[in-house]
């Protein structure tokens, strides 16, 4: 059994993409799957509850199937910073519920978990915790998620040095290209690609290149094809 804690640069920068990308490959490749996104931003009122995108996309590369409160136990309506969305509802997240809960789904043996955290590496669990902190307490071995944009070498090496400076193994890293900027001019984004590969000091798990609209299953298995999954236990 493996299990990784996936983060990204910044909000927005693929994490859902390369997860449920993995989680897609891993199931290509026979092995029983979940993936978790335990606090989730910016969800929709539905019949059956309230209900987060990137989490219905991981629930969709789960096998066998999971239920959306196993997936999403901690669903907030607007798109903002977790400790913020938990304040607005009346609430306070805490590092000790999230350790359990996430915890006792690990202890279910699936051959690939991976526990997609939202923003990036620092984002604040409540006013004394990050969201971090789940990985950290749990040891899990992360997957960082770049947004391949301008800024995106500072970004991604600041965070790289978070990890290892929390204890932690980076067990890879993954690119998104979400920048228009960088997908029309081939010799930025090969030399951006050089410096982190140079830079970052961990395998690089695959490139995804820029997506249209799609369905969010399509989507993953576009992502599987431009991904490898990373060494585990």
Known sequence: MSAFFVTGTDTDAGKTLVTSGLLALARRRGLTTLGLKPVASGCEPTPEGLRNADALALQAQCHPTADYDTINPFAFVPAIAP???????GMTLTLD?????????LERGRNLT?????????????????????????????ILVVGLRLGCISHARLTAEAIRADG??????????????????DALYRDNLATL???LPT?????IPRLGTCEARTMAEYAADHL???DGD
Do not use: M
């Open 83 to 89: 400790h913020l969305a938990a304040r607005q509802a």
């Open 97 to 105: 519920d999230l350790v359990e809960r996430t915890r006792s789904l």
């Open 228 to 230: 490898e999954l990373p």
């Open 197 to 199: 590969e140079a830079k």
């Open 168 to 185: 932690l193994t980076l067990a890879g890293w993954a690119g998104s290209l979400v920048d228009p900027v960088f997908a029309s001019d």
């Open 114 to 142: 991976l526990v997609e955290s939202a923003g990036g590496w620092r984002v604040p669990l409540n006013e004394s915790e990050d969201l971090s902190a789940l990985a950290i307490r749990l040891g899990l071995p992360v």
């Open 203 to 207: 395998p690089c798990l695959g490139i």
